[in-house]
């Protein structure tokens, strides 16, 4: 079983940045896919950013975002990252984390696939943390 939890969420004015981190514990896979993804109010869930567990492998971040967001790991490889620069009004969300296994990443690489319609079928989520961004 896998425990996600995430946190640096918060209230930010449009033009600020928030570093997100998301603790990963218990029985994590291996080979893994993780991946950052957000709901808006009254809105799906989409895709945000992907990284595997490979050091040099799949890091991928929604088209739209490119450029203001960032996904990276931690150097034990049990916490995940978003650094999110740059926000704006629209990028206030509920942030998940997410496990699945490695094929998750290698999938939405290999078909070109933008990230934020990716299937949001992963295994493992955290609770979430709120983004807010004011005008």
């Known amino acids: 079983q896998v425990q996600l939890v995430e946190s640096g969420g918060g209230s930010v004015q449009a033009g600020g940045s928030l570093r997100l981190s998301c603790q990963a514990s218990?029985?994590?896979?291996?080979?893994?896919?993780m991946g950052w993804f957000r709901q808006p109010p009254g809105k799906g869930r989409e895709g945000v950013a992907l990284?595997?567990?490979?050091?040099?492998?799949?890091?991928m971040v929604a088209d739209s975002l490119k450029g203001r967001f960032t996904i990276s790991k931690g150097n034990a490889s049990n916490t995940l990252y978003l650094q999110m620069n740059s926000l704006k009004p629209e990028d206030t969300a509920m942030y998940y984390c997410?496990?699945?296994?490695?094929?998750?990443?290698?999938?939405?690489?290999?078909?070109?696939?933008?990230?934020?319609?990716?299937?949001?079928?992963?295994?493992?989520w955290g609770q979430g943390t709120q983004v807010t961004v004011s005008s």
């Open positions: 997410a496990q699945a296994g490695k094929e998750k990443c290698l999938r939405a690489y290999y078909t070109g696939a933008d990230v934020s319609e990716i299937p949001t079928n992963f295994d493992y």
């Open positions: 218990g029985s994590t896979y291996d080979s893994y896919c």
């Open positions: 990284i595997d567990s490979d050091s040099d492998g799949v890091n």
